[in-house]
C-alpha cells in the first residue's frame, strides 16, 4: 500500500498541501492533524477488506511538489482555498522542485526532516487496527520505511514507530502486534 496515493482526492489534497506549505512544526501538525483522520479511515477499510491478511504500508514517499499545482489554474484553486498568495506557493513550488527527485526528500528523508508525518501515519495506522481489533477484524500491519540506506536510519525509524505506538497503546488501552521493515 504506497499511502502517497491516499492523498490525492479530495480534501486531503487540500490538507496535504497545508502542511507541505507549513512554515513550522506547529503549522506542519495543524495540517497533518486535519489528515489523521482521513489516513484512518482508509486504512480501516483496507484492514477491513483484507481480514485477517498481512498489509505492507509503505509511509509516505513522494517528492513533495507533486503534491502542488503544475498550472496557474491549479494555483488559483490553492490561493482561494488556502487564503495565501500566489508568489508564496510559487516561491514554495520552486524550493521543492528537484532535478533528480530520488535523490532528494524521498523515502525516509522526509521523515529525517519531518518526522511528525511519520507520528501520524503510524498513529492512522495502529488505531484503525485498534477499532477494528474490538470489531472482531483481525489486522496484520507492517509498517515499511521507504529508501532507508543505514543501520542507524532504520533504527532511527524502529525507535520513532515504536515510540509513538506505545502512546497509541496507552492511550486506547489496547495493543496489536506489528511488524517494522524496509
Same mark, same amino acid.
Given at each position: 500500500?504506497?499511502?502517497?496515493? *491516499?492523498?490525492?482526492?479530495?480534501?486531503? =489534497?487540500?490538507? *496535504?498541501?497545508?502542511?507541505?506549505?507549513?512554515?513550522?512544526?506547529?503549522?506542519?501538525? @495543524?495540517?497533518?492533524?486535519?489528515?489523521?483522520?482521513?489516513?484512518?479511515?482508509?486504512?480501516?477499510?483496507?484492514? #477491513?477488506? *483484507?481480514?485477517?491478511l498481512?498489509?505492507?504500508?509503505?509511509?509516505?514517499?513522494?517528492?513533495?511538489?507533486e503534491?502542488?499545482?503544475?498550472?496557474?489554474?491549479?494555483?488559483?484553486?490553492?490561493?482561494?482555498?488556502?487564503?495565501? #498568495?500566489?508568489?508564496?506557493?510559487?516561491?514554495?513550488?520552486?524550493a521543492?522542485?528537484?532535478?533528480?527527485?530520488?535523490?532528494?526528500?524521498?523515502?525516509?528523508?522526509?521523515?529525517?526532516?519531518?518526522?511528525?508525518?511519520?507520528?501520524?501515519?503510524?498513529?492512522? =495506522?495502529?488505531?484503525?487496527?485498534? @477499532?477494528?481489533? @474490538?470489531?472482531?477484524?483481525?489486522?496484520?500491519?507492517? #509498517?515499511?520505511?521507504?529508501?532507508?540506506?543505514? #543501520?542507524?536510519?532504520?533504527?532511527?525509524?524502529?525507535?520513532?514507530?515504536?515510540?509513538t505506538?506505545?502512546?497509541?497503546?496507552?492511550? *486506547?488501552?489496547?495493543? =496489536?502486534?506489528?511488524?517494522?521493515?524496509a
Amino acid at each position: 500500500c504506497r499511502t502517497e496515493h *491516499m492523498f490525492f482526492e479530495g480534501d486531503k =489534497i487540500i490538507a *496535504m498541501r497545508e502542511m507541505i506549505l507549513a512554515e513550522n512544526t506547529e503549522e506542519r501538525k @495543524k495540517a497533518l492533524a486535519k489528515l489523521l483522520p482521513l489516513q484512518e479511515e482508509d486504512f480501516e477499510g483496507i484492514f #477491513t477488506a *483484507m481480514n485477517g491478511l498481512p498489509v505492507t504500508i509503505r509511509l509516505l514517499d513522494p517528492p513533495l511538489h507533486e503534491f502542488l499545482p503544475r498550472d496557474i489554474k491549479g494555483i488559483e484553486e490553492m490561493v482561494e482555498a488556502m487564503h495565501i #498568495t500566489e508568489s508564496r506557493i510559487k516561491q514554495k513550488i520552486n524550493a521543492l522542485h528537484e532535478m533528480n527527485p530520488m535523490l532528494g526528500h524521498r523515502g525516509c528523508r522526509l521523515a529525517n526532516t519531518y518526522p511528525e508525518i511519520t507520528e501520524m501515519q503510524t498513529r492512522a =495506522i495502529l488505531q484503525a487496527a485498534l @477499532k477494528l481489533k @474490538k470489531r472482531g477484524v483481525e489486522t496484520q500491519p507492517d #509498517t515499511m520505511v521507504p529508501l532507508t540506506s543505514s #543501520t542507524t536510519e532504520m533504527k532511527h525509524h524502529e525507535n520513532l514507530i515504536g515510540s509513538t505506538a506505545e502512546r497509541v497503546f496507552g492511550v *486506547m488501552g489496547g495493543t =496489536i502486534k506489528y511488524e517494522i521493515g524496509a
